[in-house]
């Protein structure tokens, strides 16, 4: 299975951005990319996803390099809510079970 | 249907018994996951269902475990002769597309 790489830990001011990176060397050109995370006592909760293209919804925006080896999640003006583990992973079409690293711990201050 | 609900949310038992969990997925459904996460890991995958069948189960899934969706709703995962390496939180997800949608858990502790 192909690996990600994240940062373990990222902090940031409320009501600033984050930019989450997560490099991923040897994705396969049909991987996709899933964003999850973990609020504190919570299970896990979609994000976002994304192939080839940038991807953006209500929660964040996905930017996806030109050659795929890494992507960053971008969260535009963080909250205090959005403090919690986020989650890049890999997954090739058809496979749907999902293979977690240890994520990137945000810490969001006041 | 408000989401995935686990039942019990906690379980203390003591090494060597079995114990048994439910997770009720939301109801359209047609894929069921069972994931354990233990303290500051990601979750890791046990097995999944596709309606009542059983896909895949992980090299993690010893022979102690079993998992079952009768009539590809509920699903049990039993855990025969607990061992302390058990405690975890068993977490349950369903999806009918790319999106899983995860369940509060059951935080297991074995004694």
């Known amino acids: 299975d192909a690996k990600t790489t994240q940062p373990n830990s990222m902090e940031s001011n409320e009501e600033e951005p984050v930019h989450l990176p997560c490099n991923h060397s040897?994705?396969?050109?049909?991987?996709?990319i899933h964003w999850y995370r973990q609020l504190p006592s919570q299970g896990p909760e979609y994000v976002i996803h994304?192939?080839?293209s940038n991807v953006n919804n209500r929660m964040a925006s996905l930017a996806i390099a030109e050659d795929r080896k890494s992507s960053t999640l971008i969260l535009h003006r963080a909250t205090l809510r959005d403090a919690a583990v986020y989650y890049c992973i890999l997954s090739p079409p058809n496979d749907y079970k999902l293979s977690f690293g240890a994520g990137t711990t945000v810490t969001v201050r006041a | 249907d408000t989401g995935v609900s686990q039942d019990p949310r906690h379980k203390i038992t003591k090494r060597g018994q079995n114990v048994t969990f439910r997770c009720d997925p939301i109801?359209?459904?047609?894929?069921l996951y069972w994931y354990r996460q233990t303290l500051g890991q990601g979750p890791e995958f046990l097995t999944y269902f596709q309606n009542e069948a059983q896909l895949e189960k992980s090299r993690l899934l010893s022979d102690r475990f079993s998992a079952e969706r009768p009539k590809g709703s509920f699903s049990t995962l039993e855990i025969q002769r607990t061992e302390q390496g058990d405690s975890a939180m068993y977490l349950c997800?369903?999806?009918?597309?790319?999106?899983?949608?995860f369940g509060p858990g059951t935080r297991l502790t074995v004694l």
């Open positions: 040897t994705i396969s050109g049909t991987d996709y």
């Open positions: 994304g192939l080839t």
């Open positions: 997800a369903s999806s009918s597309s790319y999106e899983q949608f």
């Open positions: 109801s359209e459904h047609n894929r």
